[in-house]
């Protein structure tokens, strides 16, 4: 919610793919996610700006390997930062940009198969409640956007919306969202 209230043509357009796709008060199922095509792309390039977690799980080098050209001795502990990932100028094009459509006509999902976007990792320590979050963020997004209109709290502006996160084991909004959900009617 944040990087849509912080780039309203954004919103606008994902609650105008929400109006063709459902009507004005339409029940969004989880079923109907896939007929969403704008929305998966804005939780896509939420997930590459702010993962769930910064770092995945150290992996552990079983033996001496060069990767990259960089000597990984045997029993080092491997840290994959997926922030940075996400914000790596030789991986994305204007990578700090909030774009959802560079996901819009490109095959690559969250599911660890594609290491240009890891928010849950990958192989045998890939998130087990990967497959349930990547469901539910859609759906809750979805429900957000269709069933209300939003307002930006003590007179802020869009681009006064804050989207810096701090760090710890996950990442968390810095300050708190100023806006407020009007029912939709």
Not at 27 to 39: A, G, N, Q, R, V
Not at 41 to 58: M, Q, S
Not at 103 to 118: A, Q
Not at 140 to 162: E, M
Request: hydrophobic share 40%; glycine share 6%; net charge positive.
């Amino acid at each position: 919610m944040t990087e849509l209230l912080h780039n309203p043509q954004k919103m606008t357009k994902a609650q105008i793919e929400l109006k063709q796709v459902f009507g004005k008060g339409g029940t969004i199922k989880e079923s109907d996610i896939s007929k969403l095509s704008y929305i998966q792309a804005i939780v896509k390039e939420i997930f590459r700006l702010h993962p769930p977690v910064p770092f995945l799980i150290p992996y552990k080098a079983q033996k001496d390997v060069e990767f990259c050209g960089y000597h990984v001795p045997k029993n080092a502990h491997i840290w994959v930062n997926v922030w940075a990932i996400g914000r790596d100028s030789k991986v994305w094009s204007n990578p700090i940009l909030f774009s959802p459509e560079r996901f819009v006509e490109r095959e690559i999902n969250v599911n660890g198969r594609n290491f240009e976007l890891l928010p849950f990792g990958a192989g045998r320590r890939i998130c087990p409640g990967m497959p349930l979050a990547d469901r539910i963020v859609h759906l809750i997004l979805s429900t957000l956007l269709h069933s209300f209109d939003w307002k930006y709290c003590d007179g802020i502006s869009s681009k006064d919306i804050d989207v810096e996160e701090k760090f710890g084991i996950t990442l968390q909004k810095a300050r708190s969202l100023p806006a407020i959900p009007l029912l939709n009617r």
